[in-house]
């Protein structure tokens, strides 16, 4: 048993954003045309890093898990989202890192650049972050999480002791966000 880090979508067939479903819920996807020379005038990575302090986040969630070592999964992550209609820019991110996906998010009704794939995250993300710092608060949330990814990839988080730290770090970021569970739900259901 092993404590699970991060996910790959085991199947892209369903989601209306990247691909034609036929049903009555669904869209085809839409042709966005950004124009190159706007893009190559452009110091991209400033500009990701710029709109990532805007739209961007670093979050860790927990789940319930059986199989999983300590009885959590763990999932850290790095999301942006935006609306459809500007969907261009995540285009522009995902092929800039690229890895990830994006997808709906129906919870807020935009659409969402996602990159869960820890070794995406330790090799491109975390670099990209590294030499191209935000300038907001989310410069905290960023170096938490950078944390908590050197904890997995050590995986010192296979141990009770280092799952609580990966918890208490996980709670100092995105300190305006919801959670679904407290801190101490998840440390007092640890195995």
Known sequence: MDNTVGSHLTSRQNDPVTTEVKNQNSFSSK??????????????PEYITGYVDGEGCFTVTFNKKTKALLGWELRPSFSVS???????V????????????IRRDYADKTVKFEIRDHDNLMEKVIPHFEQFPLLSSKQKDFELFKSICIIID????????GFREVINLA??????????????????YLR
């Open 31 to 44: 042709s966005y045309d950004t124009p190159t020379s706007l893009v190559n005038a452009r110091n991209i």
């Open 171 to 188: 709670y100092q970021m995105n300190s305006s966000g919801k959670r679904r569970r407290t801190r101490e739900e998840i440390i007092k």
């Open 154 to 161: 050590n995986k010192v988080h296979l141990r009770k002791d």
């Open 90 to 101: 995540l285009d522009i991110i995902r092929e800039y890192f690229g890895c990830g996906y």
């Open 82 to 88: 935006q609306n459809e209609d500007r969907r261009q």
